[in-house]
């Protein structure tokens, strides 16, 4: 293939994924009145578990209860975000969430619930090593709404060895 086919298939790629993403957005938004949506919070959860796997409490009632809580960290985190940033995370979630963006960015074919931590690691080691600049954004995207949302938390801290802030004299 020559330079120029390759230019227009990476073109003609790039405007289906936004057609496709857009069309997407607009029939099952990431985003519902500011808040994630059921299927963005599966992704999240998803990520959540697989990107803090191992600080987290034992899988049970207290694993759960941790993890809805940090959903509503994330959640209220994304509601302070500039109306821009927020509808593109909804543009992305609503993408991700779909099986054909799923498996077409990020290479998963199982839904978001099934997938294993280690799957999830696998994947988001991928998207840190892409050479292509939207998967890294998607990595970083990701990782750091949930990294966020986690080590802000005071009952995390321990985990980390900060021992929380100092008082000022």
Known sequence: MKRR????????????????????????????????????????????????DGLWPAPGPARDSAVQAHLDRVDANIGGYPAAVRAELSQLFALLASSGGRLGLLGMSQDWPQASAAEIQHMMNELRLSSLDLRQQIYHALRDLNTIAFFTAPEHWASTGYPGPREIP
């Open 5 to 52: 086919g390759l230019l227009k298939l990476g073109i003609g790629g790039a405007v289906l994924l936004g057609v496709v993403g857009g069309g997407l957005a607009l029939l099952k938004p990431g985003l519902v009145e500011g808040h994630m949506s059921p299927a963005a919070r599966e992704l999240m959860r998803a990520v959540g578990l697989g990107v803090m």
